[in-house]
């Protein structure tokens, strides 16, 4: 059982738009600490792909976009192409853990 | 380049012991924290401790508080876990991730697997 929520999976088809939520408490997201996301394919390790909710790494295309408000989060990827096909993860930190905590993963099909 | 190179993972019976190391180059190691995250079979990652560019902060997850030792060398860019009464549910990718509250660089893991 994953401290931040997020559904098991999502799909879209090439071009479409896709978001994924991610769901925490008041001692994390809701406590104000940032949601960062990261990609994974399989493999490899996690790719930082969202920082401080909003940031994008350089190299990292403008069709992913993050937002938070309150003690939720969201990553959206617009234009969707089939290199986007990997598992999604949301992080941040509570601050009962001392630690940083993740969300359970989003699988995307491009379909 | 900023690069981070896990080594130590194997093969390790219930009980057993392993030590993991992770080497650090392309920055100053000395100033940023560190973290291990692991990723078992099939699951997302999930945090295990945190040491602080010192040394002298350092957290645990619950699951291995009091069985895992956090340790670093700043002075050969080094980072350690020290795994002792390792379990089967202990069974995965290890990671070392340069740590800022964003884990913004990950080395690219070694696999532990506990099993008789």
């Known amino acids: 059982q994953s401290v931040l929520t997020q559904p098991p999976s999502v799909s879209g088809a090439p071009g479409q738009r896709v978001t994924i939520s991610c769901t925490g408490s008041?001692?994390?997201?809701?406590?104000?600490?940032?949601v960062h996301w990261y990609q994974q394919t399989p493999g490899t390790a996690p790719k930082l792909l969202i920082y401080?909710?909003?940031n994008r790494p350089s190299g990292v295309p403008d069709r992913f976009s993050g937002s938070a408000s309150g003690t939720s989060a969201s990553l959206a990827i617009t234009g969707l192409q089939a290199e986007d096909e990997a598992d999604y993860y949301c992080?941040?930190?509570?601050?009962?853990?001392?630690?940083?905590?993740f969300g359970g993963g989003t699988k995307l099909t491009v379909l | 380049q900023v690069q981070l190179v896990e080594s130590g993972g194997g093969l390790v019976k219930p009980g057993g012991s392993l030590r993991l190391s992770c080497a650090a180059s392309g920055f100053t190691f000395g100033d940023y924290y560190m973290s291990w995250i692991r990723q078992a079979p099939g699951k997302g990652p999930e945090w295990v401790s945190y040491?602080?560019?010192?040394?002298?902060?350092?957290y645990y997850a619950d699951s291995v508080k009091g069985r895992f030792t956090v340790s670093r060398d700043n002075a050969k860019n080094s980072l350690f876990l020290q795994m002792n009464s390792l379990r089967a549910e202990d069974t995965a990718v290890y990671y070392c991730?340069?740590?800022?509250?964003?884990?913004?660089?990950w080395g690219q893991g070694t696999m532990v697997t506990v099993s008789s």
């Open positions: 992080q941040s930190y509570d601050s009962s853990l001392s630690g940083s905590v």
């Open positions: 401080g909710n909003i």
């Open positions: 991730a340069r740590d800022q509250r964003i884990l913004d660089i």
């Open positions: 040491i602080s560019s010192s040394g002298r902060t350092i």
């Open positions: 008041s001692s994390n997201i809701g406590a104000g600490y940032d």
